[in-house]
């Protein structure tokens, strides 16, 4: 029997489907476990936790676990608080020297629109997916009402087709859903999750997952909302977040109703942070042709916004040219480096396209801009030619070749169907010391933001980041704790600088919640959330040995820009590292959490 | 037309150059920032060029907007709001399709003014689920977000169609038009039979809808005592609490009607 928690702000009830035996069941989740893990990507990792006892299971079996998290602020109207995290066991992901068959890291990507609200408003804390369900399904919840419906004649639709086709079907518009593209369904490993056609939980291999379990797509909608702790402070932090997004930090505000992350493609190039021709440069003299004005100008015609957020940082519009196409959100900084810079690519339409089809397919853009950008290099290199690339003539800033191969890549045919692994996977195949140049950290590509400067930065970011190579980890202990406190909060980063004294995280929490979080107890909590995706990556078999860096960052200069000639010091980055896990607590030798480190952070369950 | 302006930036204790460029035609603003841990922000503003070939037409929806002597907003669309003293007036809220985005702040205010709760005896907004909201936005693929509410009709279709006798004493039916213009119900007298939805549907946006309990009209616009809380929380000024023409054109305000428009006019695809 289900009982009401008395903890407040949350419901303490975990939706769980087991899409094998068809059981549908609220589970409790204990009150211990929120005030600990607080929600989203915390609350999520702690679950997975505890579903998965043991290393090596594989990630695409029934047994692995599939969690959909809102946080705490989900639901409620807390500006730029929308964010919904998938959190799972990678199919990325695998060490260096893999101690279970299947050890991989967690995985955790998150999403805006409008998903992670209607969860909570359905009166639920979370989804978990476990089993496979033995044809293909999608899964539609009003409240207590949890349908798994045949969605047989769906599989195989991309996503934007789909996005249609299924508000036609439920009959009503006011239904939120995410859904997989063909990626997912033909168990490409770096499947996507997509809600509102764009907004993608992309990263780690979610979609993938999601196609495992024969899930095309979860729709959902309700009409509860949890008690507060204290309502009436909360109203008051509310009204005075409300009234901060007006008056504080304008020039903020208007960059991002701006261009969005886009506005970052020029700055980050001119400051030679940007991937480019596969990380071997950090500028990209073209990129005026693809960044903000050139959009705002020949594309862009709406900004749109996720639930409750004044941002608008999401683009849509019609690119014309040589590939005319419908753009749901394209490019941001992320999508338009990894399949423009890159590439080489600044053909705007040309790039609008490769944007567009892989979100139609829903294949995570990073991994796969990455691995096109490995196999021009191998191209370019001849280690391979285009006889193995099923005649496509792979040069840099073709967009041509680079479609053709995303199409191959996301239907599994030929070259695809090997290159749909990723770069590590293809470094193997390929070899050559081609290991050099393939940019992956634990197997999980790098994204847009190239190493070479601010490496001290940059370096520790994807090194240390729990799932495999992750730009949204922050670069010092502190930041990666604050930026999994607003994963597990379900605040936007984007947002956070609003989040400032009267109105800091931790206000609105003990509101909520009706608890006291102190700023050091909450800091604390973002410590223990990092620290037990660490030890889950550590009982996976993953230790200091998979803390690296690609080789190219030693050994390639950038040759253009105002940071010509910058390059990745292998030594200053050794002692960054060591002065790292220093700060963290990790033992030297292998990088585990001591265990007194876990100890102090409420993690005595995860010491053998 | 396009400046680029040369500019620095501070990022690690180095100072880079940037350049930044601003477009003289909608948009007046450029800004170079650090990105992730935001340093510093530098903004350069410009007032636009007047140049009749940069007349966009984001420009002459604004002048369509702000010109003449009346104020109009979405004369494309074809439902005229002016501000006209000589001209019947009515107070309602005009939704400006071009500058929504889509937030749904607008459904969460309007759930939880027209929603309270009571704590310690005291009447205070309820946590706003959007489902109990009267304002909707539908979103549609392409993209666009439609906000609809009750557009508070001079000649009130749901009222009309309201087949409850007149009370003897007040003239009013179980629906009827209060003294503040809203449309509300006597759920004394009120027979459950949604021919007021009917009538709003086919004849309007198709605001009312039955409540599922009671199967009784609800969504109306209260008007939150005189300070729509829609309009006072919207991010975007999209929503606005005006004076308008009575005998403005209602037709054709379904959200369906209204995207197809809107996505015609701004993708130039035919859905």
């Known amino acids: ?608 | 037309m396009n400046i680029l302006i040369e500019t620095s930036i501070y990022s690690s204790g180095h100072k880079s150059k940037v350049f930044v460029s601003y477009s003289t035609e909608s948009y007046m603003y450029t800004y170079a920032y650090r990105f992730c841990n935001v340093l510093e922000i530098v903004y350069q503003k410009k007032k636009p060029m007047s140049n009749s070939k940069q007349y966009t037409r984001r420009h002459f929806l604004q002048d369509i907007a702000f010109g003449g002597s009346g104020l109009i907003v979405l004369g494309t669309f074809g439902f005229r709001i002016i501000k006209d003293t000589e001209q019947n007036l009515i107070k309602a809220i005009s939704i400006n399709f071009e500058k929504c985005a889509g937030c749904r702040t607008c459904e969460s205010a309007c759930s939880a003014f027209n929603h309270p709760i009571v704590i310690d005896g005291e009447k205070v907004n309820g946590l706003g689920n959007p489902h109990y909201s009267n304002i909707r936005v539908y979103h549609f693929n392409p993209d666009v977000d439609i906000p609809v509410t009750c557009a508070i009709c001079p000649d009130t279709p749901c009222v009309n169609a309201c087949p409850v006798e007149p009370d003897a004493i007040t003239g009013r039916k179980a629906l009827f038009r209060d003294n503040n213009m809203t449309i509300k119900n006597d759920t004394e007298r009120c027979i459950g039979c949604m021919q007021c939805a009917e009538a709003c549907a086919e004849l309007r946006a198709g605001i009312i809808h039955p409540n599922p309990k009671t199967n009784m009209p609800e969504r109306m616009c209260t008007l939150c005592n005189g300070n729509p809380q829609c309009v006072a929380n919207c991010p975007f000024d999209a929503l606005e609490y005006i004076e308008m023409h009575a005998d403005r054109d209602l037709a054709d305000l379904s959200p369906v009607k209204i995207a197809e428009r809107l996505i015609k006019e701004l993708y130039n695809i035919n859905v």
């Open chain 1, 1 to 608: 029997m289900f009982k009401i928690i008395a903890m407040k702000g949350y419901y303490g009830k975990l939706l769980d489907i087991n899409l094998t035996t068809g059981e549908i069941k609220n589970t409790q989740i204990p009150e211990e476990d929120i005030k600990l893990f607080i929600g989203g990507r915390g609350l999520g990792t702690k679950i997975l936790w505890d579903k998965l006892p043991n290393p090596g299971v594989d990630p695409l079996s029934p047994e692995n676990a599939l969690l959909f998290m809102p946080g705490p602020f989900s639901g409620l109207p807390i500006p730029s608080s929308s964010r919904t995290t998938v959190v799972t066991k990678s199919p990325r992901t695998s060490a260096v020297n893999p101690k279970h068959e299947h050890g991989s890291t967690v995985s955790y990507s998150n999403m805006g629109g409008f998903f992670g609200p209607e969860i909570k408003f359905a009166g639920y804390d979370g989804i978990c997916i476990t089993g496979k369900a033995d044809k293909p399904v999608y899964i539609k919840i009003e409240d207590d009402n949890v349908e798994i419906i045949d969605a047989g004649k769906f599989w195989g639709m991309g996503t934007e087709e789909f996005d249609n086709a299924l508000i036609d079907e439920l009959g009503d518009r006011k239904f939120e859903s995410c859904y997989i593209g063909p990626a997912g369904e033909q168990l490409i490993p770096m499947a996507s999750i997509l809600n509102t056609a764009a907004r993608a939980a992309g990263r780690g291999g979610t979609g993938c997952v999601m196609g495992s379990k024969n899930l095309k797509a979860i729709a959902i909608k309700g009409t509860q909302s949890p008690v507060l702790g204290d309502h009436k402070t909360y109203l008051e932090l509310l009204s005075k977040a409300r009234k901060s997004f007006k008056d504080d930090h304008n020039d903020s505000l208007k960059f991002w109703r701006y261009g969005g992350t886009a506005n970052a493609l020029a700055y980050s190039s001119n400051n030679g942070t940007q991937a480019v021709k596969n990380y071997s440069e950090g500028t990209f003299g073209e990129v005026a042709k693809i960044a903000t004005e050139a959009n705002r100008e020949k594309v862009w015609k709406r900004d749109f916004a996720c639930f409750s957020c004044p941002l608008a940082c999401k683009k849509s519009g019609i690119a014309k040219g040589s590939y005319s196409v419908m753009v749901h959100d394209g490019p941001e900084y992320e999508t338009g480096t990894m399949l423009g810079a890159n590439l080489l690519i600044s053909d705007l339409s040309g790039l609008q396209k490769l944007i567009a089809v892989s979100d139609d397919y829903g294949i995570d853009i990073i991994s796969v801009g990455n691995t096109i950008g490995f196999l021009m290099e191998a191209y370019e290199k001849e280690i391979i030619d285009s006889n193995y690339l099923d005649n496509i003539d792979l040069t840099w800033g073709n967009v041509d070749a680079s479609l053709k191969l995303l199409h191959k890549i996301c239907k599994r045919e030929g070259i695809g169907d090997k290159a749909c692994n990723g770069v590590k996977f293809m470094s193997n195949e390929i070899g050559h010391d081609s290991h050099k140049f393939a940019i992956h950290v634990k197997g999980h590509e790098l994204a847009a933001w190239n190493v070479p400067v601010n490496s001290d930065r940059w370096s520790i970011t994807y090194v240390t980041s729990n799932r495999g190579a992750c730009h949204m980890n922050g670069g010092s202990p502190d930041k990666q704790d604050q930026s999994a406190l607003r994963d597990s909060l379900a605040a936007c980063n984007f947002a956070s600088r609003w989040y400032n004294g009267e109105i800091s995280y931790d206000k609105f929490l003990s509101a909520i919640t009706g608890m006291d979080w102190s700023k050091g107890e909450f800091d604390k909590a973002g410590t223990r959330i990092f620290t037990l995706e660490k030890m889950f990556n550590y009982r996976e078999g993953f230790d200091i040995n998979d803390d690296i860096l690609p080789p190219k960052f030693f050994e390639n200069k950038f040759t253009v820009g105002d940071h010509k000639g910058a390059i990745v010091d292998k030594k200053e980055f050794e002692s960054n590292l060591e002065e790292y896990y220093k700060i963290r607590e990790w033992d030297n030798e292998t990088s585990k959490p001591k265990n007194e480190t876990l100890t102090y952070l409420d993690l005595e369950f995860t010491i053998v």
